[in-house]
């Protein structure tokens, strides 16, 4: 079970939205066949897993390990749980059962059904783990939500500026860190920032410094301050607007979609069911202060990544304050990067 779990991360940032699985097939205890859900549409693992088998006749002898529990539905490719029924598996180990209210168990149970001996539960935690955005989506409707912020020892973002000065934001991350970003970017399907951020950054929200697919561009942009010259209007990437009003035609940019919401209420759980909606599964949140602040205020948030670092600012833009629970602590030269899990989610997961 552990090798399915490393053959799943190989299609991370490839999948979502859908999970991350890795098959194992075992005959007289030696590999036999192995395999991953590569990207979203193609085989899953099981598929792939019985393929690579040369003999397939050990099948009838063999079992098959999965990280996630075999799908029993039509969508993008057949049942898989129907694959391992009609080349006669007799033994399927499962990590977990697909959290997905209509789906959960009914895997297990039509292999069950034809006689398989079904065992789950190897690595649950580790395999929960692994899934985790996929698990909170179908848990709770929503995407899985990811802050992210950069601060000093002293704990400020960015020195004071304002759009007119056209001062650079302040260097906090280093070479690692920023690099490490830009993966973390590959993996999610959306990025946000707020107004002022835009404004102030021009930033190009893309994963420039690592292989994988770009996320969908979001910025808040309540009076439609955002200049048509932005980078996030260079319609590389598809970009979501959220704005009290959409904007004339002259305003309109190719890959941008405008959508209206009401200022006057909860705009944070508008922005995430809106999101949703597009089908948008994973969120990381880039700030600045104020946009971080409002999700962590509506406890709308899973995990998030703090690097402190050791330079001091003695003054500036305060970091958010975030109550959480550390799960683990990376040193990159002269940063510190912390991995916090919300205790919410936590207790969901």
């Given amino acids: 079970m552990q090798r399915c779990i490393q053959l799943a991360r190989k299609g991370e940032g490839f999948t979502k939205p859908n999970p991350m699985v890795g098959a194992v097939i075992v005959h007289n205890n030696r590999i036999i066949g192995e395999g991953y859900h590569?990207?979203?549409?193609?085989?899953?693992?099981e598929v792939n897993a019985i393929a690579s088998v040369r003999d397939p006749s050990l099948l009838p002898g063999s079992t098959i390990y999965v990280s996630l529990e075999p799908c029993a539905h039509h969508g993008k490719t057949p049942p898989c749980a129907e694959l391992i029924i009609s080349r006669k598996i007799p033994r399927v180990v499962v990590a977990i059962a697909d959290p997905n209210p209509r789906v959960a168990g009914k895997g297990i149970g039509m292999m069950r059904k034809s006689g398989i001996d079904v065992s789950v539960g190897l690595l649950a935690d580790e395999a929960r783990e692994l899934n985790r955005f996929f698990f909170i989506n179908q848990l709770s409707n929503r995407p899985y939500i990811i802050l992210?912020?950069?601060q000093s020892m002293d704990g400020f973002m960015d020195i004071n500026r304002t759009a007119i000065e056209k001062n650079s934001p302040v260097k906090i991350s280093n070479g690692i860190t920023h690099t490490i970003v830009h993966k973390l970017r590959t993996q999610v399907q959306g990025i946000i920032v707020g107004t002022n951020t835009a404004l102030l950054d021009n930033p190009q929200l893309t994963a420039r410094k690592w292989y994988g697919n770009h996320p969908t561009r979001i910025v808040i942009d309540r009076e439609n301050k955002i200049p048509p010259t932005?980078?996030?209007?260079?319609?590389t990437v598809s970009t979501i607007v959220f704005t009290a009003s959409p904007p004339g035609d002259s305003c309109r940019h190719e890959q941008v979609k405008h959508i209206v919401?009401?200022?006057?209420?909860?705009?944070?759980?508008q922005i995430v069911n809106h999101l949703y909606n597009e089908k948008i599964h994973s969120l990381l949140v880039e700030g600045g202060a104020k946009l971080l602040s409002s999700f962590i205020e509506r406890e709308m948030w899973d995990e998030a990544l703090v690097e402190r670092s050791g330079k001091r600012l003695l003054s500036g833009v305060k970091a958010p304050d975030i109550q959480g629970e550390v799960t683990d602590t990376y040193r990159y030269l002269d940063s510190v990067q912390f991995h916090i899990k919300s205790k919410i989610s936590r207790n969901i997961l």
Avoid at 38 to 45: E, K, L, P
Avoid at 261 to 269: A, K, L, N, Q
């Fill in 38 to 45: 590569r990207q979203y549409g193609a085989a899953h693992a």
């Fill in 148 to 150: 992210k912020w950069a």
């Fill in 230 to 235: 932005a980078a996030l209007f260079d319609g």
């Fill in 261 to 269: 919401i009401d200022f006057s209420r909860d705009t944070i759980t």
